[in-house]
């Protein structure tokens, strides 16, 4: 008994210096952090500025000027390019037949009229300019130049291009403008137009990026990952062969170059309008590869941005949304009447009360009634506050009642306004609580929270693709119902019918662009409008597929092929359906009952089965009757299962631990392991039940040893404690929970291999005893019971003390209960 109790104080010393250890450690780590912290930011003008380094843990906002501007920029980029290019190989003013009359005067038959020198010399160098920002921003992207000295000079050339085109054109509406009307401005001009708009677009978000480096928000380089940087290189080739493939149709088939980048963006995009085809066998024969290529291209863009935008949704919107649920179930949540009653702002009850309703049912209900009425729904609470009633009294002789005025209209909306304040808004919310007693119903109400968000995703994904597709069609509309009124004459009725067709590229070839400015518009709009829209169509086009899906599955399951349990579950999701059919049941049984009168059993005559009157399997057992009155007025413990302080009958996991030996665990771990790693293939991702998580966590905590172990454990690998509707939830990681759950596993595979070294270690060694290593038996220290101050110390621990001072007054090393081991080493403390 001495030995044992000896044995137990030097573990408790050793699990407080491994306590003590952490401790220091985590405070060394949190400095560490701190300088980390200082030393990476440079603040300059007072604070105004701060710089971060290349790349830094620090927190990272303003998440669309890190991460969407890049692809936005890199997209603007390459289509400023082209469209200079268009600009520069083409007058800028046409002639047209007939002084403009139609329908000889078409756009289409323009003769081009020479521009003036000073005109092509500044439209080369707004190229020049453009191509220098557009390459500085790809070097910056591949890591060749850093961000602070490309993104400036990015800004600065497209600006810079942007200016001069802009200044181009002026002076050319100045000085030397087109006569009308048998003179305009050719696709040229509009393609300079839209050119100098994009640039300085692309400038301005460049800026708005730099801001947000300069104020500290990320670090010194573009937010990005794999597939983002993957997107940008294919869009940038994606215009280089709709470029490329524009010269060599201008060369092949007549074009000229505008004609030939709508034909070829008419074509790469499969609208095929038909007012452009290639009538040489050359073009036709180029056109296999283009197409082919180009539509490859596409493809690659189009799968890129999908997965951008889902991205997008995951990380910004869907978790967002996902963690406001949790939150908001979390606020709701209920174990005990303690707890209710703090959530709905009760006093507590008085011991009078309590001492009552310890003897009967009834003090409990009384002790809610007087503040309002509980109604139990499934796991819902929902509680009905009394209202105060007015005093029977108005303050007059006799207590006379004095008549009450109707309010006025603006006392009506002060009333109104009342109603929709924070504080009554949190009264209506606490009326409604969730009643999670068990660790199972945590377990459930969080995958409650992911089928909902799930579903939520899905709605959200829908109406997002319903809102761009229609911002792009009606904008669009709007603007070719403007650009081609001259020579079709569209009304805005036709403008989004041609939209539409172009949108789904159906291309019947009844309308197609035909004037100079709308030809390059439709260019522009249609390279954004087209790849966007298509990815929403995929999103929403999920949404309505799984919908279908499941209106098939339940109408299977209600005639065809029944599935067995459906209508169980039918009546455990309508609970209120329920109650009125177990209502309609118990009145029909009381009827039955009635009509057959009062019955009195022969003792001579025997009962069926072979039993007779009087044994104890007759009696009534507990939970015999229906227990389905889930929408009674008082609180039933009966019903919730819980008393004052919380003593619910609680599904624990941890007691499950004990059901096999420390052996057992590890070959069932070793199994666990090889069947998770074959649930990562799954696809989708698995879902584990409930019964498998307790499996899981009993494998996962039972490798850990004392408190102290297990918060060691969390700071250098995973989580062992969890709740299930906490932060820390494994529902809520950003990986699968098949990677989650083998990740704790190994993790605790490696430390019942270390404890299994070490105990051996220890063990086998002459100069430490296994007992003061607090091995005895092969039990380690947390499983013995520790003496408490109040607990009759055994002899033994009198003579240990006295050697303890001893020790201490010579100056020997000893076990301290604030100080840690000086004898061993660090690791080995550590690990015990």
């Given amino acids: 008994m001495d030995s044992d109790w000896t044995t137990r104080r030097t573990a408790s010393h050793l699990s407080r210096g491994n306590a003590t250890e952490s401790k220091s450690r985590t405070l060394t780590d949190s400095r560490s952090i701190t300088l980390e912290r200082t030393d990476t930011v440079r603040t300059v003008a007072g604070g105004l500025i701060k710089l971060r380094g290349r790349d830094d843990n620090l927190p990272q906002r303003w998440w669309f000027a890190s991460t969407a501007i890049p692809l936005v920029a890199a997209t603007i980029g390459p289509l400023s390019n082209v469209l200079s290019i268009a600009a520069l190989v083409t007058p800028w003013r046409v002639t047209l037949p007939n002084n403009g009359q139609l329908p000889e005067g078409t756009d289409a038959a323009g003769i081009g009229i020479a521009d003036p020198h000073w005109e092509i010399i500044l439209n080369a ?66 393609h300079a137009v839209l050119a100098a708009v994009l640039y300085f677009a692309g400038g301005i978000i460049l800026m708005i990026n730099m801001i947000g480096y300069f104020r500290g928000h990320y670090p010194q380089q573009f937010n990005l990952d794999d597939n983002q940087r993957t997107l940008i290189l294919q869009t940038m080739m994606f215009f280089f062969w709709l470029a490329g493939g524009s010269g060599v149709f201008c060369a092949i088939e007549g074009f000229t170059y505008p004609d030939a980048l709508y034909y070829a963006d008419v074509s790469i995009l499969t609208i095929g309008f038909g007012d452009y085809a ?20 596409l493809g690659l863009v189009i799968s890129s941005v999908s997965r951008f935008a889902a991205n997008i949704g995951v990380d910004k919107i869907i978790k967002k949304h996902q963690k406001n649920a949790q939150e908001s179930t979390v606020g709701r949540t209920v174990t005990n009447e303690k707890e209710l009653r703090e959530r709905l702002g009760l006093p507590p009850r008085s011991v009078s009360t309590a001492t009552m309703s310890r003897q009967s049912e009834l003090g409990r209900r009384e002790s809610l009634a007087q503040y309002g009425s509980i109604k139990i729904v499934g796991r819902t609470v929902t509680f009905h506050e009394k209202r105060q009633k007015p005093p029977a009294g108005g303050g007059g002789r006799g207590g006379a009642a004095r008549t009450i005025r109707p309010l006025s209209r603006d006392a ?45 995703k899905q709605y959200w994904a829908s109406g997002m693709a319903l809102l761009a597709f229609g911002i792009l069609w009606c904008f669009g509309a709007l603007v070719f119902m403007v650009t081609e009124a001259r020579i079709l004459h569209l009304s805005y009725f036709d403008s989004l019918y041609f939209c539409f067709v172009a949108l789904l590229t159906i291309g019947y070839g009844d309308f197609s662009p035909k004037s100079n400015i709308g030809k390059p518009f439709f260019i522009v709009w249609s390279l954004i409008a087209v790849p966007i829209v298509t990815v929403l169509i995929q999103q ?10 499941r209106g098939t599955f339940k109408v299977a399951d209600w005639t065809i092929m029944p599935r ?15 109650d009125y059919l177990v209502r309609l049941a118990e009145q029909r049984e009381a009827r039955k009952r009635l009509a057959r009168g009062f019955q009195v059993q022969d003792p001579d005559e025997p009962i069926p089965g072979g039993r007779q009157p009087g044994d104890p399997d007759l009696e009534a057992e507990p939970g015999t009757f229906s227990t389905m009155d889930t929408t009674t ?25 004990a059901e096999d030996t420390e052996h057992d665990l ?20 698995k879902r584990y039940s409930y019964e498998e998580w307790a499996h899981f966590t009993k494998l996962i ?14 700071e250098e690998e995973g989580l062992v404690e969890w709740d299930w509707i906490g932060e820390n939830s494994p529902m809520l990681a950003d990986i699968t929970e098949a990677e989650w759950v083998l990740n704790r596993l190994c993790e605790s595979l490696n430390r019942y291999m270390k404890w299994q070294a070490y105990k051996h270690q220890y063990t086998a060694s002459s100069d430490i005893n296994p007992r003061d290593a607090g091995i005895v038996d092969g039990v380690p220290p947390d499983e013995r019971p520790v003496f408490s101050d109040d607990e009759a110390e055994p002899s033994g621990a009198r003579t240990w003390k006295k050697e303890l001072d001893a020790k201490k007054a010579r100056g020997d090393d000893y076990y301290d209960d604030e100080d840690t081991i000086e004898s061993l080493d660090l690791e080995k403390q550590r690990t015990l």
Avoid at 278 to 297: H, N, S, Y
Avoid at 540 to 549: L, Q, R, W
Avoid at 633 to 657: H, M, N, P, W
């Fill in 564 to 578: 067995k349990g459906v209508l169980k579950q039918f009546l455990d999701n309508h609970p209120n359906l329920r």
């Fill in 633 to 657: 007025t008082g609180f039933s413990a009966t019903v919730l299962g819980i008393d004052e302080k919380g003593g619910a009958s609680r599904v624990g996991l941890e007691r499950l631990a």
């Fill in 125 to 190: 160098l707004s190229l020049a300019c453009g191509f220098t920002g557009n390459l500085f921003l790809l070097l910056n992207f591949t890591g060749r130049v850093r961000y602070i000295i490309a993104l400036p000079l990015s800004i600065l050339f497209w600006i810079l291009s942007s200016v001069i085109l802009i200044g181009t054109t002026i002076a050319m509406n100045v000085y030397i403008p087109p006569v009308g009307p048998g003179q305009i401005y050719s696709q040229g001009f509009w």
């Fill in 701 to 714: 905590r039972f490798s850990r040893r004392t408190r102290e172990e297990v918060e060691l454990i969390e």
């Fill in 412 to 456: 009506k909306l002060r009333a109104h306004e009342t109603a929709n304040t924070p504080l009554e808004k949190r009264r209506q919310r606490r009326q409604k609580l969730l009643l999670l007693q068990e660790e199972k119903d945590r377990f459930d109400a969080m995958r409650q929270i992911q089928e909902e968000t799930k579903r939520w």
């Fill in 666 to 685: 590890a070959r069932k771990l070793a199994m666990s392991i090889k069947t998770v790693a074959h649930d990562l293939r799954a696809d989708p991702p």
């Fill in 540 to 549: 929403m086009s999920k949404t309505v597929v799984s919908a279908v899906n």
């Fill in 278 to 297: 290639p009538a040489t066998d050359t073009g036709r024969g180029f056109l296999f590869v283009f197409e082919l290529i180009g539509i490859i291209f």
